[in-house]
């Protein structure tokens, strides 16, 4: 299901630079920057309980309607954010305009549905390698994210970008053949599965004392 248009309020950016960044975080407020469409990028400022209120509701791929004060500016996606590597608060956005009806790329988070069988019968692990896949489709549809049923998974079967369904209109920017889910034996399983030797014939128990046979007669 497309993530809804979203409204944020901005407000042009006067200081440039590390200071002008600063003052602005100190203020409760995110620097960013909008580009693209050819034009000129717009220096902005972003109330940051706004902006991580909007991402939280679906906004990390959903058209977003950059207003300053009552007029409506121009539409944009969020195309990029930088966290502070200890808080993990946003302290820079990159985002790109875009219109409605415009084709864009877009990194989708991969959601699995139901239990695998191998895990579920035979106690295996689901390894999921891909957490993103990109697609490209119609900017005011993009989904919030993609969903692949991994029920029928056995031990050592795996799902890959191509099994992934896409929405009406989009289409797959990751190679198919990437691996996106795995379905391992337990590390258990599989020290047993590699401890048991591959062939090996058992021995037949010798019986001491046992009267050898004699040959038929002919």
């Known amino acids: 299901m497309p993530a809804k248009e979203l409204t944020l309020s901005v407000e042009p950016r ?12 100190h203020a409760g407020k995110i620097p960013a920057v909008v580009y693209g469409h050819g034009d000129q990028p717009d220096h902005i400022a972003l109330d940051a309980h706004a902006f991580e209120e909007l991402l939280h509701h679906g906004g990390r791929n959903a ?11 121009q ?8 966290l502070d590597p200890v808080s993990r608060r946003i302290i820079h956005a990159d985002l790109q305009r875009v219109s409605a009806d415009e084709t864009i790329s877009a990194w989708l988070p991969v959601v699995t549905v139901g239990t695998a069988e191998g895990v579920k019968s035979f ?12 697609v490209e489709g119609p900017a005011d549809r993009i989904p919030e994210h993609l969903e692949i049923d991994v ?4 031990v050592h079967e795996h799902a890959t970008a191509g099994d992934v369904p896409l929405p009406d209109g989009f289409k797959l920017l990751t190679p198919a053949e990437t691996i996106v889910v795995s379905i391992e034996p337990s590390r258990t399983a599989r020290e047993l599965e590699e401890a048991a030797p591959a062939g090996e014939e058992v021995a037949e128990p010798e019986v001491i004392g046992a009267e050898p046979t004699a040959p038929e007669a002919e």
């Open 151 to 154: 029920t029928s998974l056995g």
């Open 14 to 25: 006067a200081k440039l630079g590390t200071t002008g960044a600063k003052a602005l975080r």
């Open 63 to 73: 058209i977003i309607t950059l207003t300053e004060g009552r007029r409506k500016r």
């Open 75 to 82: 539409t944009a996606l969020v195309r990029d954010l930088q």
């Open 123 to 134: 106690g295996a692990v689901m390894d999921v390698i891909e957490h993103e896949l990109e």
